[in-house]
């Protein structure tokens, strides 16, 4: 496999030459792109002798081949054949470009241009490091799926002490090599998944819904996207954008949701059902507008039960994996719903906790199995994504996968 790694203009640029090192041990052909600034600190002639590769400095080519059309394309040919992107250090400066999507050189251009998986490790100085500009960058390449290795703390070079040390080697070669492993991990696959919040209507202008933003069904259909799978999301009514690459089936009503659900369950290896669900519905819809008159009592009855019919009718070498939204007692209702519902798992929400789970970027939860109860710590529901999935996968093992909210 080919990893690109790209080195930014810090001091720690010469620790980058035991990281490819690092990588040529685990066998991965690795290429080198220099920015103008890391040539200042180490030479290009140490990596193309390390690698055997010529190490790109410039979108420009100085010698005989700036009149080879091809070379004006080869940020593109480069970001395109790449397995992975690693950037060490990572400066303060680099990790703003690109948060900002700026392109003024190979390697910002090439960030730009790769569908690959993309790991930083950034290393500066400490006050850099804890400036809330630095900070809202990297929690905005964060949200768009970028893996960051956290510098530690220590001795720094410019001889203050705290947080902004380049990551040890193994760090960051774990983070490379765990990227690596996921992104074809679910290539033949095809993934359903459900998204959003579902609406009743009460009249022709007002319904019953939920809070749902929809943003865990859409992490969880790009992070399956960018493992291989080819990926089916219906979508219950959200303000986002849907992932390119995959197929949306608009839905508003629970069941419209569940027609759409079951017709496209006979194709569907894996399952991920985390669309929030309306549980009721009016018995009756007013065909006009309710006026303002007074208090108004709605009779409501029970909408369909998706994740029940869905683990029915499901075939062999499919899993059921549901979500649960629960606001007290969360654990033992998770495992009620599991047993209930007869799913292979629960992803366990309790959504009474702050600053987390509805409207949030951020997520923490709890992947229940009739056997395990695994806690997932905040973190970014982009992150939340690519960790259930592994959850899905280890239960796939021995057959295959399916999941509902």
């Not at 983070?175 to 209507?201: M, W």
């Not at 219950?236 to 390119?244: D, G, M, V, Y």
């Amino acid at each position: 496999m080919k990893v690109t790694v790209g080195v930014s203009g810090g001091i720690a640029a010469y620790k980058a030459v035991e990281l490819v090192r690092a990588f040529q041990r685990q066998a991965l052909d690795v290429h080198v792109v220099m920015t103008e600034a890391a040539q200042r600190f180490i030479q290009p002639l140490t990596f193309a002798s390390l690698t055997g590769h010529r190490v790109i400095t410039s979108l420009w080519n100085d010698g005989p081949e700036e009149e080879n059309p091809a070379s004006a394309i080869e940020h593109i040919d480069t970001a395109i054949s790449t397995d992975a992107l690693v950037v060490a250090p990572a400066t303060a400066n680099l990790v703003a470009k690109f948060a900002q999507g700026l392109a003024d050189d190979f390697l910002t251009t090439m960030y730009l241009a790769t569908p690959a998986p993309v790991v930083l490790a950034p290393a500066m100085n400490v006050n850099m490091w804890n400036h809330p500009a630095t900070q809202a960058n990297l929690r905005l390449l964060e949200d768009r799926g970028v893996r960051i290795v956290p510098p530690e703390s220590g001795q720094l070079a410019c001889g203050m002490v705290g947080s902004g040390r380049l990551a040890e080697t193994d760090a960051i070669l774990r983070a490379v090599l765990d990227v690596l492993h996921r992104r074809n991990d679910l290539a033949g696959e095809t993934v359903l998944i459900t998204a959003g919040g579902t609406r009743e209507s009460i009249d022709p202008v007002r319904f019953l819904g939920n809070r749902s933003s929809g943003k865990m069904g859409y992490a969880l259909a790009e992070a399956a996207l960018r493992r291989g799978a080819k990926v089916v999301l219906v979508s219950a009514p959200t303000a986002l954008r849907p992932p390119l690459g995959c197929e949306v089936v608009p839905v508003t009503t629970t069941e419209e949701m569940r027609t759409a659900v079951l017709g496209r369950l006979p194709e569907a290896t894996i399952i991920v059902k985390a669309a929030a669900v309306a549980d009721y519905r009016p018995v009756v819809q007013a065909e006009q507008k309710l006026k303002r008159s007074g208090p108004l009592t709605i009779e409501l009855q029970p909408t369909e039960d998706i994740l029940a019919e869905v683990v029915q009718r499901r075939r062999e070498g499919q899993l059921v994996i549901g979500f649960a939204a629960e606001t007290e007692n969360a654990l033992v209702h998770g495992r009620d719903k599991l047993l209930r519902k007869g799913a292979d798992a629960i992803v366990l929400n309790d959504v009474s906790r702050e600053g987390i789970g509805f409207d949030s970027d951020r997520n923490a939860v709890t992947f229940l199995t009739r056997q395990t109860a695994i806690e997932f710590p905040e973190m970014t529901k982009r992150e939340l994504a690519d960790r259930i999935l592994e959850e899905v996968m280890s239960l796939r093992r021995p057959q295959k996968v399916v999941a509902e909210q």
